[in-house]
């Protein structure tokens, strides 16, 4: 019998979607618990037969595919899988063990932009970066600032990361040198999937902006402190961020997290008509790291919430196709590092051991200002109201040595 733990982020209620390998062919796939439904089953029962889907759909290597059905069909076909477990259980259907299936990149990615919407964060790496009388550069209150990132290096869960080589200034001397990178990060974020295309020249309306959000992933935005200090102006990081994205596998849709929805912080001064809405566009998602030595002892660095984020996702949509820029399904759109408002809440080591001057204590004796070799970097989300838990699972990654 299949039975769901009361604390399992996959409760009825969620029913993300993602890409699992069995038998080493590709399927679309929901999660319940800690079993995994493949979709074509579902279609065999034929609960899916009014919407016509093809089959080739659900055994497609990406979710594309699926997302471009769009939120009509996609979000009933959630509603039918939900109804169909209620109605004759887990058992019904031929379900695999978690532990038993890999899981693949859940979408094929075009373009992946990363914010910074933080507050907290902005305010913290400018003061450690720059100036703490003008921590916030100007423009920071009036628009969600943001950089195009690249999706090639963006990895599902589960896959290691390379220490980079690159260039540095090192402390007090006057010409870079060359080598591994020393100050190795993560980032706590929240990514959004594209899941409906605008066309190139037509804005995407901040009251609209939802139809074209799919759902969520946790995101890792690792990156290089050392390059990045050295190379980031005048564009913006460069080789200190594309070496490596870790992204969970399960897609958790915005229905999914629906009850989970709050207001955001207030935003003072006010912000330009096309940016304003009167909805509540923040989401209460508990978020914590976890950095795993080699010594596979645990030690939660960091509890966050997504519920901080000064912009909000449809606040960045919305700003970020303004200009007529083209969305296409399957883009991820990263929130930026998610700091609450103290050290505990901080999503980056960064900031958590303060530019590597307030070493964090590690439960095996040793400590930590960066990551080192060896360790594991996990963020889990979970959102929980009224009885009802909704989570993303894990989004981790080992660090390895440099070559
Ligand atoms: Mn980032």
Not at 95 to 100: C, G, K, L, V, W
Not at 141 to 146: M, R, S
Not at 223 to 233: F, L, N
Request: charged share 20%; hydrophobic share 35%; aromatic share 10%.
């Amino acid at each position: 019998m299949h039975r769901v733990h009361k604390n399992s982020d996959f409760s009825i209620h969620n029913i993300p979607f993602g890409i699992t390998v069995i038998n080493g062919q590709h399927h679309v796939s929901t999660r319940v618990g800690d079993f995994v439904i493949p979709l074509v089953e579902l279609q065999n029962k034929g609960i899916f037969d009014e919407f016509s889907i093809l089959q080739s759909v659900f055994t497609s290597m990406y979710l594309n595919d699926f997302i471009r059905l769009g939120k009509k069909i996609t979000v009933a076909v959630r509603k039918k899988i939900q109804e169909y477990f209620q109605q004759f259980g887990l058992d019904s259907i031929p379900a695999y063990d978690i532990r038993t299936v890999m899981m693949s990149l859940p979408v094929q990615i075009g373009d992946y932009t990363d914010f910074y919407s933080s507050r907290e964060h902005a305010t913290n790496v400018g003061i450690m970066f720059r100036d703490p009388a003008n921590a916030l550069l100007p423009n920071w209150l009036h628009l969600p600032v943001g950089y195009h990132g690249r999706s090639s290096s963006i990895t599902v869960s589960g896959t290691t990361v390379k220490r980079p080589k690159g260039q540095t200034l090192p402390p007090e001397a006057e010409k870079p040198v060359f080598g591994p990178s020393k100050q190795i990060d993560f980032e706590l974020e929240m990514a959004f999937i594209i899941g409906k295309e605008n066309q190139l020249g037509e804005p995407i309306s901040i009251e609209n902006a939802e139809d074209y959000i799919f759902g969520l992933t946790l995101f890792n935005d690792w990156s290089a402190r050392d390059i990045q200090k050295w190379e980031y102006v005048p564009l913006g990081p460069f080789l200190s961020k594309n070496f490596a994205s870790t992204m969970s596998p399960w897609i958790v849709t915005l229905e999914a997290l629906e009850p989970f929805r709050v207001a955001g912080p207030v935003q003072e001064p006010e912000v330009l008509p096309y940016l304003q809405t009167k909805s509540s566009n923040n989401y209460d998602i508990n978020l914590d790291v976890i950095i795993t030595t080699s010594e596979e002892k645990e030690n939660t660095v960091s509890h966050s919430n997504f519920k901080y984020m000064y912009w909000s996702m449809v606040q960045q949509l919305a700003h970020h196709t303004v200009n007529g820029c083209n969305m296409r399904v399957g883009d991820v759109l990263a929130s930026g590092t998610s700091s609450g408002h103290g050290p505990d809440s901080y999503g980056s080591m960064l900031e958590i051991a303060w530019k590597g001057t307030k070493p964090v204590q590690m439960s095996d004796g040793s400590t930590r200002t960066f990551i080192q070799d060896g360790d594991t970097v996990t963020l889990k989300g979970y959102a929980e109201k009224d009885g009802i838990r909704v989570g993303f699972g894990e989004c981790a990654a080992r660090l390895l040595p440099a070559d």
